[in-house]
């Protein structure tokens, strides 16, 4: 959802955001996303001090202005922070596009794409070549690993960075 009652006050190089008939506590909570209607930066919020006045992680960069329409994405997916869009929500296109940019940017967060080894937990001879982003294999389904040119799902993670891959209906417990 978005928050989006009265209106804002923003000044170049400052992290304040003071509002007009805005009601923040309560409504509103640091990391946050505030924007204003029909300008493209996005930023975080770091704190919510009072109804009126908001401050922002980093200094708005953008053109003093007052009486602005203005928009706070407050709700977020619960593994990457991800903005959910709602109908009626304003600015969506913006708001997904810093979406997917944050999502690129923790792509990178964790590592390199790089391929590896994996062997069976056995000591099996067979080995598997393993492509995937380390730091991010977080939750089941979400990834699949190529074997002999087949995608197949990882079906279950492990604590010690150890998973588990369903070849051909078998589980194979694999260790990088």
Known sequence: MQYKDGTCQVIFNSNIVAGTDTLWLGHVEPGDWFKIDDRAPIYQIASVDSNIQITLTVNYGEANGSGLSYCIVTDF??????????????????????????????????GTWSDHKARHENGGA???????????????????????????????????????LDVNDDIMPLVA
């Open 77 to 110: 997916t619960p593994v990457l922070s991800l903005p959910f869009i709602f109908k009626g929500d304003i600015d969506w296109p913006d708001i997904i596009n810093a979406a997917m940019s944050k999502i690129d940017a923790s792509a990178l967060a964790g």
């Open 126 to 164: 067979d080995e598997i070549n393993v492509t995937g982003l380390s730091g991010l294999l977080d939750e089941v389904g979400l990834f699949e690993i190529d074997v002999d040119g087949g995608l197949e799902p990882i079906t279950d993670l492990r604590t010690d960075n150890q998973f588990e």
